[in-house]
T-cell receptor, first 114, second 115 residues
Framework: DTAVSQTPKYLVTQMGNDKSIKCEQN?????MYWYKQDSKKFLKIMFS???????INETVPNRFSPKSPDKAHLNLHINSLELGDSAVYFC?????????????FGSGTQLSVL | AQKVTQAQTEISVVEKEDVTLDCVYE???????LFWYKQPPSGELVFLIR??????QNEISGRYSWNFQKSTSSFNFTITASQVVDSAVYFC????????????FGTGTRLQVTL
């Protein structure tokens, strides 16, 4: 039933490791996003994909690589994790048309890098 | 560049009080969208409202109401007769009209409603 689902919900890992966060939406939307929320609760867009094509890349380090195998999935892979990557990562989706700007968010993945 | 300012970092009220959360935005676009999202302690982001720049009508939904004033670039949110369940962080956001929704968020206002 969950519209936008992310896994895992919590991720604890050591510096230098590589990790992935998965996101799936069952809303039939054509656009998906990754947002990052830092420890001060500030939310900022990282990436957006429309029909598997990258359309927004907000000056994110290239250690972060989104991958969209199909329009229902947008995974986030992070290489060589750093302490500053600790944050909550939110996946979201939206649909072309009059409701394009209404984003549906997943419940977030809390990443802790030790 | 777009910017959203939520000057109130934290507000505490007693249940049944009315509370207004302020939001001021900056944009050079003539067409844009304004949003409010709620983030309860459980962490998810819950959509509350979307308003486009051509529609300045105020909106009421139950205990929630929104006041959009283009002249002052503000989109304030009022909760009437607040309840403990309203305790959350509330985010105002702005999006330019385009091929994808790049939301620019404010820094959020933490609302604490106590008995």
């Amino acid at each position: 039933d969950t519209a936008v689902s992310q896994t895992p919900k919590y991720l604890v890992t050591q510096m230098g490791n590589d990790k992935s966060i998965k996101c799936e939406q069952n809303l039939g939307h054509d656009t998906m996003y990754w947002y990052k929320q830092d420890s001060k609760k500030f939310l900022k867009i990282m990436f957006s994909y429309n029909n598997k094509e990258l359309i927004i890349n907000e000056t994110v380090p290239n250690r972060f690589s989104p991958k969209s195998p199909d329009k229902a999935h947008l995974n986030l892979h992070i290489n060589s994790l750093e302490l500053g990557d600790s944050a909550v990562y939110f996946c979201a989706s939206s649909q072309k048309g009059s409701n394009r700007e209404k984003l549906f968010f997943g419940s977030g993945t809390q990443l802790s890098v030790l | 560049a777009q910017k959203v300012t939520q000057a109130q970092t934290e507000i505490s009220v007693v249940e049944k009080e009315d509370v207004t959360l302020d939001c001021v935005y900056e944009t050079r676009d003539t067409t844009y969208y304004l949003f409010w999202y709620k983030q309860p302690p459980s962490g998810e982001l819950v959509f509350l409202i979307r308003r486009n720049s051509f529609d300045e009508q105020n909106e009421i939904s139950g205990r929630y109401s929104w006041n959009f004033q283009k002249s002052t670039s503000s989109f304030n949110f009022t909760i009437t007769a607040s309840q403990v369940v309203d305790s959350a962080v509330y985010f105002c956001a702005l999006s330019e009209a385009g091929t994808a929704s790049k939301l620019t968020f404010g820094t959020g206002t933490r609302l604490q409603v106590t008995l």
